[in-house]
């Protein structure tokens, strides 16, 4: 249920453009912006204007330098995601998540994190190499994970 408004247009476009993500499946939500920030929901309804809180997730921030998207909706998409994908090792992963850049064939800008076939999050890619944006509570709960593998 695309809304024709700014926020809506932009973050189908990004998605499908930069992440190979199909239009029909993004046009299914409804998106809300507030601030810098652009929600997405499979919900309907208006939220009221006073709300703390959209519903849904936030999928976009918009930053000087343009759109970043979030890695929690990266995550969501997973295999939607079709471009912009960074396949790691354990190795490399382990890298990344300590904050360290690593090698990657993909073109600068943002790119999906991918381990063993899931999509992790958020990373930024620059000049061959590319570093993790996953939050820091995100990144503590994988090295843990980590640990037991």
Not at 12 to 41: C, I, K, N, P, S
Not at 48 to 64: E, M, Q, V, Y
Not at 94 to 121: H, K, N, T, Y
Request: with cysteine; hydrophobic share 45%; charged share 25%.
């Amino acid at each position: 249920m695309l809304e024709s408004n700014t926020s809506s247009l932009e973050a189908v476009a990004f998605y499908e453009t930069e992440f190979g993500v199909e239009r029909t499946w993004l046009e299914q939500l409804v998106y809300h912006e507030r601030g810098d920030e652009v929600w997405a929901t499979s919900a309907l309804g208006i939220p009221a204007l006073d709300a703390p809180r959209l519903p849904g997730l936030r999928i976009l921030r918009r930053t000087p330098h343009g759109l970043k998207p979030t890695s929690v909706f990266l995550a969501l998409l997973g295999d939607r995601v079709t471009k912009r994908r960074v396949e790691v090792n354990l190795e490399d992963l382990r890298s990344l998540l300590l904050g360290q850049w690593i090698a990657a064939d993909v073109p600068d800008g943002f790119a999906a994190i991918v381990f063993e076939g899931d999509v992790l999050g958020c990373g930024r890619a620059r000049h061959g190499r590319v570093r993790a944006l996953i939050p820091t509570g995100r990144r503590q709960e994988l090295l843990g994970a980590l640990g037991h593998l």
